[in-house]
Every structure is written in C-alpha cells, then in structure tokens.
C-alpha cells in the first residue's frame, strides 16, 4: 500500500482531532512536493526539447 493511500485509511479512519490535524499536515506536504517535483520535471523536459 503506498504511503498516500495509508494516509487517506488513517483520515478515514481516524476520530482523534489532534492525529487527524498531523495526517492532514502531511499529505499536504506530499502534495506540495510532488508538485514542485513535477514543475521540475517540466523545465528539465522543455530544455531537452529546444
């Protein structure tokens, strides 16, 4: 199971406010990393086409 969906299971899942408020954090920084890796990815790919 990858970690994103463990995440999601555990905000299912989870009634503890305080826990929810942490997996909420995190996801969100996973997101916000795997956005700014795919610009990266982006750039890198329009260079090797020009």
Same mark, same amino acid.
């Given at each position: 199971?990858?970690?994103?969906?463990?995440?999601?299971? %555990? &905000?299912?899942?989870?009634?503890? #406010?305080?826990?929810?408020?942490?997996?909420? !954090?995190?996801? %969100? &920084?996973?997101?916000?990393?795997? #956005?700014?890796?795919?610009?990266?990815?982006? !750039?890198?790919? %329009?260079?090797?086409?020009?």
């Amino acid at each position: 199971m990858s970690i994103d969906r463990f995440i999601i299971k %555990k &905000l299912d899942s989870c009634h503890e #406010e305080h826990t929810r408020l942490n997996l909420v !954090k995190l996801f %969100k &920084l996973r997101i916000q990393k795997a #956005e700014t890796a795919e610009k990266g990815n982006y !750039k890198n790919d %329009k260079h090797k086409i020009s």
